[in-house]
């Protein structure tokens, strides 16, 4: 089964890439919904939060924790500028690519509750 996000792991794909290590793999998305609009991928294939197991906690956590590397990276780890970190879960909250992908969204003021 193709996975688009694989392909650009296996550079079958172009993407902006702006960050790697052996683990995750940081691109910017390609439609972005704010000036900063980045996606956190694990670089192995999990479809969705929806099948993480207790083994994938470490890797999950290690994307909030790249997520906030580079957030100080872009000056924006701190209480006044910010980010908002999210999972799309399933269909229904707009998960359209299923390849497990943490959104790093920043760069203007993001409305709360989000639509
Ligand atoms: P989601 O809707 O939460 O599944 O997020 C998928 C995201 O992937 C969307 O924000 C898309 O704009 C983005 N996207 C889809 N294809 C690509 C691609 N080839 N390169 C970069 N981002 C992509
Ligand atoms: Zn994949």
Request: net charge neutral.
């Amino acid at each position: 089964m193709s996975c688009i996000f694989c392909e650009i792991i296996e550079r079958k794909r172009p993407a902006e890439i702006v960050y790697e290590d052996e683990k995750v793999l940081v691109f910017k998305d390609i439609n972005p919904q704010a000036p900063i609009h980045l996606l956190i991928i694990p670089k192995k294939h999990i479809t969705g939060i929806q099948e993480i197991k207790e083994d994938d906690i470490e890797i999950v956590g290690y994307m909030f924790f790249i997520a906030r590397k580079i957030a100080e990276d872009l000056g924006i780890n701190n209480y006044e500028k910010g980010y908002r970190l999210i999972f799309n879960v399933g269909k229904d909250a707009g998960q359209s690519i299923f390849h497990l992908h943490l959104h790093l969204i920043a760069g203007r003021k993001l409305n709360w509750p989000p639509g």
